[in-house]
T-cell receptor
Framework: GDSVTQMEGPVTLSEEAFLTINCTYT??????LFWYVQYPGEGLQLLLK?????DKGSNKGFEATYRKETTSFHLEKGSVQVSDSAVYFC??????????FGKGTRLSVIA | NAGVTQTPKFQVLKTGQSMTLQCAQD?????MYWYRQDPGMGLRLIYY???????DKGEVPNGYNVSRLNKREFSLRLESAAPSQTSVYFC??????????????FGEGSRLTVL
């Protein structure tokens, strides 16, 4: 079945550091890929998405590129801020079942 | 615009008690979902309703029942709560489960503790 694997956390970075959170997937067909973010005490919200190979999703300085050849959708940000501290979830949708989520990666950014 | 509203936000139960988590969305979405979130496990789908009048099991349905009351409302019932059901529960909705976008809109969560 469909699955998402993302790097284990927690990840702790200093402000202005470069962020990469790895995400790889297994799916039939050509899924859509997503990154969701969960701020403390809140529900998840969509951060960015890509619906076909080579698409780049971007939002709030975060980017991720849909790489079909490596089945990956790594999240990157050039300079993190304390306000980026949250849990990040990679997810896929292949049209057969509801959204499948990875286990989440907790990011802590310290000033 | 309220989006997805869940009640209650917090609940403490004793083992064997029953309760219902309520969820309502005002976005005219067709599909609704219940997930649970546990440390180290991410989000796991309990049940979903692709459209009004249908419900389907997800990854972890045992011990739960659901009712799609109408297009707006989707409730989750624990008939006989167990400590293993201590979790944070999230309701979500989407335009169509079959639409190839997959974007979900989440409520703020309901934290349930079973003693």
């Amino acid at each position: 079945g469909d699955s998402v694997t993302q790097m284990e956390g927690p990840v702790t970075l200093s402000e202005e550091a470069f962020l990469t959170i790895n995400c790889t997937y297994t799916a039939t067909g050509y899924p859509s890929l997503f990154w969701y973010v969960q701020y403390p005490g809140e529900g998840l919200q969509l951060l960015l998405k890509a619906t076909k190979a080579d698409d780049k999703g971007s939002n709030k300085g975060f980017e991720a590129t849909y790489r079909k050849e490596t089945t990956s959708f790594h999240l990157e940000k050039g300079s993190v801020q304390v306000s980026d501290s949250a849990v990040y979830f990679c997810a896929l949708y292949s049209g057969n079942t509801p959204l499948v989520f990875g286990k989440g990666t907790r990011l802590s950014v310290i000033a | 615009n309220a989006g997805v509203t869940q009640t209650p936000k917090f609940q403490v139960l004793k083992t064997g008690q029953s309760m219902t988590l309520q969820c309502a969305q005002d976005m005219n979405h067709n599909s609704m979902y219940w997930y649970r979130q546990d440390p180290g496990m991410g989000l796991r789908l309990i049940y979903y309703s692709a459209s009004e009048g249908t419900t389907d099991k997800g990854e972890v349905p045992n011990g739960y029942n659901v009712s799609r009351l109408n297009k707006r409302e989707f409730s989750l019932r624990l008939e006989s709560a167990a400590p293993s059901q201590t979790s944070v529960y999230f309701c979500a909705s989407s335009v169509l489960q079959t639409a190839n976008t997959g974007e979900l809109f989440f409520g703020e969560g309901s934290r349930l503790t079973v003693l």
